[in-house]
């Protein structure tokens, strides 16, 4: 059961939980000062305790406009412009950002700019692979599936929207003999 937790003259939802022998707690804005209304707000946020505990996360009532409890849903669509204006504020090169861009287009033209990113197991992966084998060559499936094994270790180190990053194994391609110059 949440109990409120108040923290620089706000109220906070605070649900304690344990994984694996681990005390876990999550704090949920009521963004209010009043106790009254804060008691309010914490009976919803225990109707949906199970669920935020099991990982779904809800916009309450007076965390958005329309005025409604909604679960929010990550989506490859809503989910890689975060991603790409997190590679441009720390430094990536303008040309590898356009290339991250141009590798999610071809992961939401295969699995659909609407697939739930929590989804994302080792055989989309490998459909996308299959789906570009006769399109781009070994080399440029490579670069394209090291470009999503970095927006997946975002979405697990960063926004902890996964919490396991599906194996992806690269094609093998036969070594290039150096180049010199005479």
Request: net charge positive.
């Amino acid at each position: 059961m949440a109990r409120l937790r108040k923290l620089r003259k706000k109220y906070y939802a605070r649900i304690r939980y344990s994984i694996n022998n681990r005390g876990t707690e999550k704090l949920i804005p009521l963004q209010t000062t009043s106790k009254v209304e804060a008691i309010a707000r914490l009976v919803e946020v225990n109707r949906c305790e199970k669920d935020i505990i099991n990982g779904l996360k809800y916009s309450f009532p007076w965390m958005n406009k329309a005025r409604e409890l909604k679960v929010l849903r990550r989506t490859l669509y809503n989910t890689i412009p975060n991603y790409l204006d997190y590679q441009k504020s720390n430094g990536c090169r303008l040309e590898s950002v356009e290339r991250t861009s141009n590798c999610m287009n071809n992961l939401k033209l295969v699995l659909g700019k609407d697939f739930l990113i929590e989804n994302i197991q080792t055989g989309e992966i490998e459909r996308f692979k299959t789906h570009f084998k006769e399109n781009l060559s070994d080399v440029g499936i490579n670069i394209n599936l090291t470009r999503i094994k970095g927006f997946l270790n975002w979405c697990r180190d960063i926004n902890r929207i996964i919490e396991k990053v599906p194996i992806i194994r690269l094609i093998r391609t036969p070594q290039k003999l150096p180049t010199y110059l005479t």
